[in-house]
């Protein structure tokens, strides 16, 4: 293919959290697929709840071995000290930040949510945010209150992971629209980002799932400047990676807009060179 992949949308974890999580095992991955970089996510603080890890730092620790792979960073909200978190990862090292609304139990536009978007846009910490439906409440995680969040915050870039997903597509898409500039407007710049993980198959994570027809649109209507591809490891191997990349691949995008997708606006937000 000729293109360097620089994917963002890995969960990794120590091998007593989970062995098929590991950073080795990551690695496997990205040389069966052919991927140069890659960003591993630290695990959730409630992941490690009972256990000696504070998980930034031994995600910061452990990268600090690979090269190839670059960090982002968590936040626990059952904390006071927000800010003072979101420095530290600053700190490590680690180029941004995973939050989960749903997981993470808060509501998109809280008070605290905000304190973190704040001070991640101060650190300029790039966010990934999942978006969609993950059994929880739909009033605190609608997809659409990450408009708000870019209107406030117009200089945190963050991605919409899975673009809302099967459920909530539409909402995704309407979300990354309302912020890329109309063409004659060449003084702004669009912060929100559509990641494209776990989008790619029915028989794994069937509820996230894009038709062809649906990345097709979502490029035409934001462009390839605004599309991010993500793996979703562990919970997406070699067999759905290689579905994504396959996908991707067929959709019939110009060679440098799909090297956009692959890895070029991840390497320009994080101004990060390929290696």
């Known amino acids: 293919m000729g293109i360097s992949i620089f994917a963002n949308h890995a969960h990794v974890f120590p091998e007593s959290f989970n062995p098929a999580g590991t950073i080795p095992r990551l690695m496997r991955l990205m040389d069966e697929c052919g991927i140069d970089q890659q960003i591993a996510f630290a695990p959730f603080p409630h992941q490690c709840d009972g256990r000696e890890l504070e998980p930034n730092s031994w995600l910061a620790g452990e990268i600090a071995k690979q090269p190839r792979i670059l960090g982002f960073g968590t936040i626990d909200f059952r904390r006071k000290d927000l800010a ?60 659409l209150k990450f408009d708000d969040v870019a209107w406030d915050f117009p200089d945190l870039r963050f991605s919409l992971e899975h673009v809302g997903g099967y459920h909530f597509f539409r909402e995704g898409l309407a979300v990354i629209f309302n912020h890329v500039p109309p063409p004659w407007d060449k003084t702004r710049k669009c912060n929100v980002f559509g990641g494209l993980a776990s989008v790619f198959t029915q028989h794994q994570n069937r509820f996230w799932y894009l038709t062809p027809e649906q990345l097709l649109e979502l490029y035409h209507q934001v462009g390839a400047d605004q599309l991010i591809f993500g793996l979703d490891f562990p919970y997406n191997l070699e067999r759905e990676t290689g579905m994504g990349l396959k996908t991707l691949q067929g959709l019939g995008l110009p060679e440098a807009d799909l090297a956009k997708i692959l890895g070029g606006n991840l390497r320009r937000e994080l101004n990060i060179t390929a290696r």
Request: with cysteine; hydrophobic share 40%.
């Open 84 to 143: 003072a978190q979101v420095k530290k990862v600053a700190d490590l090292g680690l180029v941004g930040l995973k939050l989960h609304p749903n997981a993470q139990d808060f509501d998109i536009l809280a008070p605290h949510a905000r304190e973190v978007y704040g001070a991640a846009q101060e650190h300029k910490l790039f966010c990934s945010f999942h978006s969609g439906v993950h059994q929880s409440r739909l009033t605190g995680t609608a997809v």
